[in-house]
């Protein structure tokens, strides 16, 4: 499914960001979630596995993707 995913049925929900919108998610069949730009909603698009959801999720609550300070 990855290769050639259908995003043309797919419902966005947006997250708000400072400055306009953010990152906008989809949930699709089978478990696969797609990422994109809210203020560039004709641009690129991120597809996960459900593994790799989980993994990615699980990077964010562990603090992985973090700026150092």
């Given amino acids: 499914m990855k290769g050639n995913v259908d995003l043309s049925a797919a419902t966005w929900r947006a ?23 809210g203020n560039d909603p004709a641009g690129g698009v991120l597809v996960f596995t459900p593994s790799e959801w989980t993994a990615f999720t699980a990077g964010v609550q562990d603090g992985e993707f973090d700026r150092p300070q």
């Fill in 15 to 37: 997250t708000s960001g400072p400055g306009g919108t953010g990152v906008e998610v989809a949930l699709l069949a089978e478990g696969y979630v797609a990422l994109r730009n």
